[in-house]
């Protein structure tokens, strides 16, 4: 059995896609037979809950995030634990913590989405982007298995498990879903909501999934409650599997579930809401099973809301969108594939691995 800790932190600022990525592969170790426990400097109530209710063992890490004593602390913990690998997911973490981590001489997994040359120290590395290949991961962590591609998307065991199941006809699916992670830090949930309501085409259901860390989320669920009938509102939603299956389109921040919606089919606006999301979700778009919109400026909500409008009302588009989406490389088994090889008896000094 091997031991695996989790160095991911999550905030309203910094939202909670670190760690929801690392569940789903926590998810999948844990049913191979092995152990994982959460470190971080930073969290949310609500992700403590999370993790809790999963049955996942946590513990806090000394901040600040990337600084000195969040290194020594995180290794004390490595030794104390008695840890064979960690995985290390954040933008904060510079050369200098990544060089003392496996310096501790542990297997280290990096999660990146930028490749921006950055040394990463790192015996794997993971990025699911459509594009990811075409990086300089060579450079950035010499020797280390590159786990790159739409294959190693981290789909959580609920989402997994729905893809598997057949997909309804766009005319079947009459959900407008409104997601934008955890923590939503532009606070676009809201006013996207209002904007779509007042335009919302006939057979239309509107709903927001909110993150229990969404500082807003209790507004958001009140907004739904006044907008009346065909709006709604769920926190934390235990379900999401199910309810992306009855999706017709998803307006979604351009981060982890771009991947679950793909993975399910499911016709996609995809919302640039911060500078690591943007290569991902330009990629994707070229793919043509989405398309994207960037939030980082201007009037957002109106871009925002205008062409969602204008895919929903063409439904030849969006079932044309969710074929292709169909057809990607992208069976789910993700989780699965990245917790294999970092349990593998060789995980380092191994080519370059696309899925």
């Known amino acids: 059995m091997a031991i695996i800790l989790v160095r991911a932190d999550a905030s309203p600022a910094v939202g909670t896609g670190h760690v929801m990525r690392c569940l789903a592969v926590a998810e999948a170790l844990r049913d191979e037979g092995h152990e994982v426990l959460f470190a971080s400097a930073e969290s949310t109530p609500a992700m403590d809950q999370r993790l809790d209710r999963d049955g996942f063992r946590r513990i806090a890490i000394a901040g600040p995030v990337g600084e000195a004593a969040d290194l020594a602390a995180t290794r004390s913990a490595l030794r104390r634990e008695h840890c064979t690998a960690v995985m290390l997911d954040g933008y904060r973490f510079g050369e200098a913590y990544r060089a003392g981590l496996q310096a501790a001489r542990i297997r280290v997994l990096a999660w990146d989405d930028l490749g921006d040359g950055g040394a990463l120290y790192a015996d794997l590395v993971v990025n699911a982007a459509p594009q990811a290949d075409r990086l300089p991961y060579d450079r950035m962590a010499p020797g280390a298995a590159l786990l790159l591609g739409p294959g190693y998307a981290p789909l959580r065991r609920e989402v997994r498990l729905a893809a598997r199941e057949a997909r309804r006809a766009i005319a079947d699916r009459p959900v407008l879903l409104l997601t934008f992670g955890g923590s939503d830090p532009l606070g676009l949930t809201g006013p996207l909501l209002e904007r779509l309501a007042a335009r919302r085409p006939e057979g239309c259901r509107l709903l927001a999934v909110v993150g229990g860390s969404n500082p807003r989320a209790a507004d958001v669920a009140a907004l739904a409650e006044r907008l009346g009938p065909g709006v709604a509102a769920q926190i934390d939603c235990p379900r999401m599997g199910a ?102 008896p060789r995980a380092r000094s191994q080519p370059r691995i696309r899925a």
């Open 243 to 344: 309810v992306m299956a009855e999706t017709g389109l998803a307006v979604s921040a351009g981060g982890g579930t771009m991947g679950e919606l793909a993975a399910l089919a499911v016709p996609t606006l995809l919302v640039v809401t911060a500078d690591n999301q943007a290569m991902a979700s330009w990629d994707a778009a070229a793919l043509g099973w989405c398309d994207a919109v960037d939030a980082r400026g201007g009037d957002a909500v109106a871009a925002i809301s205008d062409a969602a409008l204008a895919l929903w009302t063409d439904p030849t588009r969006r079932s044309a969108m969710a074929a292709v989406a169909a057809g990607l490389p992208l069976d789910g088994d993700g989780a699965i594939r990245i917790a294999r090889a970092l349990t593998a």
